[in-house]
């Protein structure tokens, strides 16, 4: 019986497929920055946020680079490669959780590979050889330059990981002298095959700093990459650790997904834009639509609770959208959806003026490779 989780996993076919896949995904998370810093400038992510942003959409462009080299010769060196990149092509167009898994894997042996392979000068002074005495491409040699660049990419480079353990930014003090920070973390979702962002700002009554108090630190650690599930609503996810931490009480809770990607040519989508990818391909590189969406949740107010016969803790009340709203029923306080596509798919898009994409913020890739704003 086959398992659901990989109905929809593709795994792509030769190198052409596998550089046009990577090649379209270097120039979208290129995108992705600068639509960060327009977000910045408009307001919406404070200065550190898009700082923060940023990083883990450079970590996520250096996942993509080596898992570029892995798969280089795809096709082409069977008997050495298993298979190609395995995609997820209806849900995210992302790589599957499975090869960010090995990724990890073969992060921790990239050591011994590395002493196990020539270096790139003389794998490539043995390609010219190759080349001159058996007239013919050293195809083995390529793979094995394209393994060595694979793991030294992963040997010390920040990348994004199927987990990225929460890390805090101090922020000062607030009027009441309790310590603010910005603590932020992201996971690979497992369900959705979608890299995801969150951001907490919380204040701390606690009596020592955070990030070294070496029994709370921890534990928030642990508590808070358990909870990075895309299925969890925020208001569960702010609401359990407000529970679970007496002496931290988080004021705002941010969730960015990056993702998901659609392509007319490696994915299957079955809403308003399928038709729109379809009417826009024709050129390479103007056939894709990439998904941003931004759930905030506020802390409204704070009331007391007892924790103990003597004791209390502050709890925070979280303001939720009303149903109706944008957000409704989804346990946030506000859902900002984006869409970033090319000029082309964004005038078929205008034209056809599908439901369900009204209120939708469109940035678009003019020429020049200016972004525009539209809602």
Known sequence: MRNDLTIDHKALQGAYETRRYFAKFERIIGHLERVTAMTVQEGTLDAEEGKIVTAYLRALAGTFTALSYKHLLSGRVSDQLPSGLNIDRTDSGFPIYQELLQLANDALNADKHLANLPDQTQLKQDMVRHILNEHSTPTRLQFALSQRMYYEQLQGR??????NDPQ????????AGRGRYLVHWASYDSQTNVPVVYLLELEDSGRHALPRDGERWP???SHLMAQAISAL?????????????DDLHPKKLRRIFLG???????????????DVLAEASG???LDWALSWTMETLWSREVTTEKTGFFSSSDREIFKLAKMGDKGGNSGASQVRRSLILPQRAYQVLEERDPPGMQGVRKYVLGSGDRILSYK
């Open 233 to 245: 609503k925020l208001v569960t996810i702010g609401t359990g650790f407000d529970k679970d931490f």
């Open 260 to 274: 998901p990607m659609y392509s007319h040519w490696f994915t299957e989508q079955n809403g308003p834009l399928r």
């Open 158 to 163: 920040a990348l994004f990981w199927a987990q």
């Open 283 to 285: 050129k390479e590189g």
């Open 219 to 221: 534990r928030v650690q």
């Open 168 to 175: 805090a930014v101090w922020q000062g003090n607030n009027s």
